[in-house]
């Protein structure tokens, strides 16, 4: 049964992991969408719809990979977890019908007329349909956050007979760690889609297009970034704190503490010995854990030894979280260097354009760890307090579980290397395409870095 565990829980994680990386993109990314399609019904601009045009592909790709993957994933409730869907199904079923009735059909619905219907409708309803398709891609995440965080922090249900049964809707969706889940996955998927856009415009450039659309788009995702980043640290901050208070042993193994104390230090590096409960090789700020955490130096931060058989794998949770703040640390320091540049009218060093072709999937590796924080960090429990991941597992032979997952890896791993490699040959085609936007601009000369107000009505 230990092997049919562990080969499920690697399998979903591999599932999740694969499939988080689309609706990552597209949730944010449809929203700039709009934005580009806003600017363009407002100026009669031309630059704005070829960044339109460019982006949408780019989205109907992803979006198209992430639906895919999603209905993948959700046979897993069935093969590999009945357990969950036994005790928790009717809570769980509802929440993923929600999803389905408004967010998914909302975005079948107005979906191709967005990506089709650009030349066959009035603009107007073009333009609503990018939005609807944005409120759509929000409305799916506001859901499956909703069951992800009822997980977390079960409220609104009452057990009868082992099986969870609802008793207020509105507790359960708005459980306490939704609103700050949502917002955090909300800000992750706009620094995800801004890196994406900037790292893609800067690849242009370097390949020599003097066009003004990979400019543009840079811009608009550095000025974006440099708005989303520090507002995601405050937001990250918030939901730590929540994250204290109702799930004190994933904050534990986020900060490293075995022993219950005050004045508990920031441990900046260190190796987590979990046979030994200690940690090695310790780089530390002192009192500073307790002050981020209880806002007082001295104040109290239980401990893993309270919670042992009762708390996550530490290492995982502890690397995991470190990775997240270290690279959303590095967005923030790259969105402030480069809307720094923008506002002082200067060009990008061609140091900057390969950092952010770089860091074009940056927001990914992020966003993945930030998920292992969440996800691990609940563990030993499914759903914490109410379904132990144990006894939610499927009683099949883990060598058909082994074959699956390996299958699944493979088809992931060439997936992810194509679609990757696809983004990278859409952006070099733009290059080559020989339109240039100073056969629309009277007086545009190539290398000119910003749309003067009189250009913009051009």
Known sequence: MADVLMLSRIQFAANISFHILFPTITIALCWFLFYFKLRYDFTGHPVWMRIYRFWVKIFALTFAL??????????????NWPGFMEKVG???????????????FLEATFLGIMLFGIRRVPSWLHTLSTLIVAIGTSLSAFWILALNSWMQTPQGHEMIDGVAHAKDWLAIIFNPSFPYRFSH??????????????????????KGDDKKAPTLALRTAMYVCAVA?????FVGDLHGLNTFEHQPQKVAAMEGVWETEKGAPLLLFAIPDEDN???????AIPKMASLILTHDPNGEIRGLNEFEG??????????????????????????????YLQVRNKDYPSWLLKGLVGMTFVG????????YVTEIGRQPYLVSGILKTADAVTDIAPANVGLTLAIYCTVYGLLLIAYIRTVFLMAQRAVEIEEYDKTELPGYAPGEQALEPQEAKA
Request: with cysteine.
């Open 66 to 79: 992430g639906v895919v993957s999603g209905i993948t994933m959700s046979f897993q409730f069935g093969t």
């Open 90 to 104: 009717n809570i769980a079923g509802p929440l993923l019908g929600y999803e389905v009735l408004t967010a998914f």
């Open 185 to 206: 996955m909300l800000l992750a998927s706009l620094l995800t889609c801004c890196f994406l856009i900037a790292g893609i415009s800067a690849y242009r450039l370097l």
């Open 229 to 233: 980043a520090p507002l995601q640290v």
């Open 277 to 283: 409960r200690t940690n090695h090789l310790e780089i």
């Open 310 to 339: 009762e708390h996550p794998p530490v290492a995982p949770v502890f690397f995991g979280f470190r990775i997240m703040v270290g690279l959303g640390m590095l967005m923030l320091l790259t969105g402030w260097t480069a809307t």
């Open 364 to 371: 990914w590796i992020a966003t993945l760890a930030g998920w």
